[in-house]
């Protein structure tokens, strides 16, 4: 790379740790990078440093000493993290979402890249500190959640079947009973794609009873990793709940076929956010 | 957003355009986001985009007039591209991928969301002239990249499914040849995620015959949307392929069960790259 000036500097090294999150990345990889003395890329990180605070990007993270460097981890704002919430709310109140059965439509707001992706900045900021080493969800609908997620904490996602497909190799499957209709159901996953001892983040995009999730904690237990968290995107309000130590972010307060009324109020994440 | 330095607006402005890719940015917006003048942030931008196009970050466009702006394109250089595709070769070339059938494991690629991410924005960039509008891909394996590409393009993502989930709503259904099975198939969407007229770019992370992308161009036509493009991750040597137009980042020469041998070269999509 040809030398900079600080100007350019700043915007390669702002592009750069946007493209590398929780990474470590060392001071003199950006000497190196820059042609620049370290003193000046430290001077440079403090400007950086400073904007993405004030800014409230996510953290930067300075780690002193010879194998130091400086770490991005993405997050969201407590303020914008409850527009986003607020906007979702919004959405889903909408009637004609309203399916035979009592199902919500989600698939337009599941279907959204951009959308998708600050929500998985949303949850991977709540999840910082967890140490996750992977994410896991059920096909199909968790998919687009779980990569955004995966992405911010630069993670491997591990999608759990309903179906059992030749293209997985070997895998292990576990009965489950599905909350919503109590009929016992089967999930499996690839043997080779979560590691023993691994820490494991569930993500469900629409929790019910809860049975999906508890069968992919189930899974986990069966492949010995350990489960540090389960993000939902919706919670259904629902007295009969087999699990209870999950992040949401919306709640269904109502979902009335007849009257055709939708009421969506945020869900417990507020608790775990702070910047 | 309180008055900032240049070194703060070109940190913030790098931030800003990467997050919003694809979208116009007025000046104006940006004059009042750092409370400067114009001048000073046409200035700004010349900055930025000197390191975007010396680093080759993407394109940065500038829109002229009173109603212009800035936009931002991700793509991926020639040869930054060849460098990922080259990865991908020697990494499915690893004989421990065999399945029963020749097929070949894959979900440890597809399971990377940083590395969906970055072919992602390889294939936005070679689609960026062709004013997509929406992908379509088929679950499960699809959608990692199918979200990759659309986050990239700023678009959303349409999925199709082979079973029939109740959550969809109103359905379009068609009936296919499986092209490795030469079974017939149905696969189906939800009437409400594709657009009459819409430009729709399919991807496909392994095709074989073609006959699942042949489907879903089939598909398009029944919801009167328009096939712009097919992106494929891999794709496997044939001699009966249904379909020609699409554009391949790696081609499997040889899977052979026998002897463990798996040869993997670059696709086609070469052709289709420039910066």
Known sequence: MKKLKRSGRLVD?????????????????????????????????TIVKSIFESEKMGYLTTVPGASGGVRYEPAVPLEEGERLVQSLCERLEDASRLLPGGYLYLMDILGQPRFMNEIGRLFAGIY???????????????????????????????????DHRVTEGSVVSINYASGSSNRIQTMSIGRRS?????????????????????????LLKEVKANLVGIAVLVEAATDERVIDDYISLVRLEEVNEKTKQIKAVPGNYSKHLKF
Chains 1, 2 share one sequence.
């Open 13 to 45: 090294m702002t592009y750069f740790l946007l493209q590398n999150p929780n990474q470590l990345i060392s001071l003199t990889y950006f000497a190196e990078r820059y042609q620049s003395a370290k003193s000046s890329i430290s001077e440079d990180l």
């Open 128 to 162: 910082r500190s967890r140490e996750v080493d992977g994410v896991m969800t059920v096909a199909t609908k968790g998919i687009p959640l779980a990569y955004a997620i995966g992405n911010h904490l630069d993670v491997p996602v591990s999608i759990v079947r309903k």
């Open 194 to 218: 979560i590691s023993e001892g691994a820490n494991m983040l569930i993500v469900d995009d629409f929790m019910k009873g809860g049975g999906t999730a508890q069968g992919m904690a189930e």
